[in-house]
């Protein structure tokens, strides 16, 4: 009886080392798992970087359209068919009726994005950002992981709009960062 208590013993022992043995190995590996998801949401957010994307350009609108109305709406920005490497919808259309697919446009030159990504915000405070009647938004070309960080950390961020705290995000690697008091703080996952 004794003996087989005790071989019971040494087999619980090894398969408590194998556990911790085991546990050690999947933390190593959740960390690497999560180091290799930010070194690929930081290259698809670089890949993007030269990318704006436009909300509520009504669906039936042809993309030479598109453009032309970005000429007209800005000027003196050379907004032309060459200057973009490409235009083109995001995802698939499930039904005309519902919210129109996303605009992506491919600039060939950051600085011009940025020139356009300033000028387009100026005129959305404006209320001046309407194409055949719709307000259209404008926003950064991020990854689906970086648009799902966003949301997680929402509440926080509505907090620091109701304290009026400024802030900014940092998406390579991912962060918030603040000034609060003269001083920057940084928020990471």
Known sequence: MAETINNTWEIAQAN?????????????????NKYVTDKLMDLENRVRWSNLRLKNVPESEDMDKV?????????????SK?????????GKQINEAAWPRDVVMCFGRYTQREQVFKALKALD????????????????DLSQETIKRKKNIRAFTKVLQEKD????WRIAPFALIMQYKGETLIAKD
């Open 125 to 140: 405070r404006l209320d001046q950002l309407v194409y055949n009647g719709k307000k259209v938004m404008v926003y950064d």
């Open 82 to 90: 060459d200057s973009l490497d490409r235009i083109h919808r995001v």
């Open 67 to 79: 453009i032309e109305w970005m000429a007209k709406l800005l000027p003196d920005l050379g907004i």
């Open 16 to 32: 408590e080392q194998k556990i911790k043995a085991l546990q050690e190995q999947t933390r190593k590996l959740e960390m690497h």
């Open 165 to 168: 705290i400024k802030y900014n």
